[in-house]
């Protein structure tokens, strides 16, 4: 079956503008999140749905960033007034929903902010 | 506060070695440790993952070893292949939905 998708898979953006990245998650899956990956770091977490709602938004660096899942299925990543720092891979992963349940991600989107 | 610490940053092995990579975590709430691999452009891959009730658990040539009291556990290849060659990321979580906390990574590379 289909993995998780995320596009677009690059994006260019200059400094200040307004940004947003799509996940669609596997079909079935209740549960979403949002990771960061900066170069040569391992992913940071940024935000996790259960269905439609934000169940923990405790990695969002700050209120630039948005994000929402309003049928539980896909989600959109917003960003707004980019800057520089905000460069880096956003991984989307979904699972079944509970701690031991598999992650899966999709291959993610490389956003540059020149 | 980087609460998953990785080492090493990078190793190099011929093939049939057995590499090893460590990671020790600081937050005693952490009950979930799954390993990762990532091949350049692709997302994290689940590799393998313990529980802290047990101290060992293998999965064809990967295995994890888990020391609860010393707060570490690491990931063994036996007989590494060249296809083996990525960066592995070990991770931690201690909430109900899965949230996961990565460590830095290793960058593995396997010599034919």
């Known amino acids: 079956g289909a993995g998780v998708s995320q596009t677009p898979s690059n994006k260019v953006t200059e400094k200040g503008k307004y940004v947003e990245l799509r996940c669609d998650p596997i079909?079935?899956?209740?549960?979403l999140y949002w990771y960061r990956q900066s170069l040569g770091q391992g992913p940071e977490f940024l935000i996790y749905?259960?269905?439609?709602?934000?169940?923990?938004d405790s990695g969002l660096p700050n209120d630039r960033f948005f994000a929402v899942r309003p049928e539980g299925s896909v989600s959109t990543l917003k960003i707004q007034r980019t800057e520089r720092g905000d460069s880096a891979v956003y991984l989307c992963?979904?699972?079944?929903?509970?701690?031991?349940?598999?992650?899966?991600f999709g291959p993610g989107t490389r956003l540059t902010v020149l | 506060q980087q609460q998953v610490k990785q080492s090493p940053q990078s190793l190099i092995v011929q093939k049939g070695g057995i590499p090893i990579i460590n990671c020790a975590y600081e937050n005693t709430a952490f009950d979930y440790f799954p390993w990762y691999q990532q091949f350049p452009g692709k997302g994290p891959a689940l590799l393998i993952a313990?529980?802290?009730?047990?101290s060992e658990k293998k999965e064809g040539r990967f295995t994890i070893s888990f020391n609860k009291s010393a707060k570490q556990f690491s990931l063994h290849i036996m007989d590494s292949q060249p296809g083996d060659s990525a960066t592995y990321f070990c991770a931690a979580s201690s909430t109900s939905y899965g949230k996961l906390t990565f460590g830095q990574g290793t960058i593995l590379t396997v010599h034919p």
């Open positions: 992963a979904s699972s079944l929903g509970h701690k031991w349940d598999e992650q899966f």
């Open positions: 749905f259960q269905g439609t709602g934000a169940a923990d």
């Open positions: 079909s079935g899956h209740t549960a």
């Open positions: 313990i529980r802290p009730d047990v």
